[in-house]
């Protein structure tokens, strides 16, 4: 498996994580009948449980960008170095930005999340 889908996979599971972090705060704010019910008026998270909930949407709103370039990366023989580095950069940019975004730091938040679209941008680059 080349390092882009190694990546790629790695992205999904970290995904699954944020689901399973974000469930568990909201299972503490709501409790669990709450989140098995319909969630009609269900209140927002706050604290730590809304950051994980945040962080992982922006993950489900970038994760279809990464796993399209990545694909088309692969299918189109352009995968190379660069790719690799630009998957790389995502994956570990997206780590540390659930991280930061947990513990409630802002503008690192802001310039990790900026990592992570350079590798988005470094894959690009190779397709086009």
Not at 50 to 67: K, S, W
């Amino acid at each position: 498996m080349t390092q882009d889908l190694t990546m790629l996979t790695w992205s999904v599971a970290l995904t699954v994580v944020q689901m399973i972090i974000a469930a568990i705060g909201a299972n503490g704010q709501v409790g669990l009948v709450t989140l098995a019910g319909n969630r009609d008026g269900v209140p927002d998270a706050t604290g730590w449980a809304g950051r994980a909930q945040r962080a992982h949407a922006n993950m489900l709103e970038n994760l279809p960008l990464f796993a399209a370039l990545v694909l088309t990366a692969q299918v189109s023989s352009h995968a190379n170095a660069m790719t690799a580095l630009g998957a790389q950069l995502f994956f570990w940019a997206r780590l540390v930005y659930a991280i930061v975004y947990l513990a409630g730091i802002p503008w690192l938040r802001t310039l990790v999340w900026a990592v992570s679209v350079i590798g988005l941008v470094l894959i690009f680059l190779q397709i086009v």
